[in-house]
């Protein structure tokens, strides 16, 4: 089981690397876009921040032109990891890397079947959407389970990666459901730390220390 940092903010990854427990980083293109840097300085930034794998997700229009983006990519820092859209042509360039030991996700993956593709093209991570699922499809944590249990039958290396997590309950229902992986913004890491009753308590035993 590993957490992601979903950002593209080095500040973002400095905190969250200094909690010594975040295994690595996601980003999209969206997120790459609030970033005043290009995205190979600032893929280069956090792969230099962060020891484990950052993401780069491919948006060129051709296969070609797809593969070409990831190689001047990887070739940045050997830690960054690629993050490619789950269509039957995606996969096959998903593979190639795969087989050369690049750190590939399937990203936007809305079905089991799309999971099953993914374990046997040899990719390492089927990457789950579960908030957009659940207001596209109606239940984004039901998609996490089917596809766990795909890939639990397949006895492959591919985990699922889940994303687009808006609260604490998501997340937490994403692990019971069976992902391996999850990512998530600073903000909902840090809010997930905290709890009005954990405070409470704290308050309640340090006034007893200081009462005697």
Sequence with gaps: MSLFLDSALPADARQAMALGFVAGITTNPILLAKVDRTPEDAIA?????CPGPVFYQLTAPTVAEREAEARRFLALRSNVALKIGMTAENLVLAAKFAREGVKVGMTASYGAAQTYLTCEAGVAYSIAYVNRSTRLQGDG??????MRAVVDACDTTTTILVASLKSASE??????????????PLPLLLEMGDHPLSDQAIEEFGRSVRNG
């Design 45 to 49: 930034e956090l792969a230099d921040i």
């Design 141 to 146: 944590t039901a998609l996490v389970s089917e």
């Design 171 to 184: 997340v937490v229902q994403a692990v019971i459901a069976g992902a391996h992986h999850v990512t998530i």
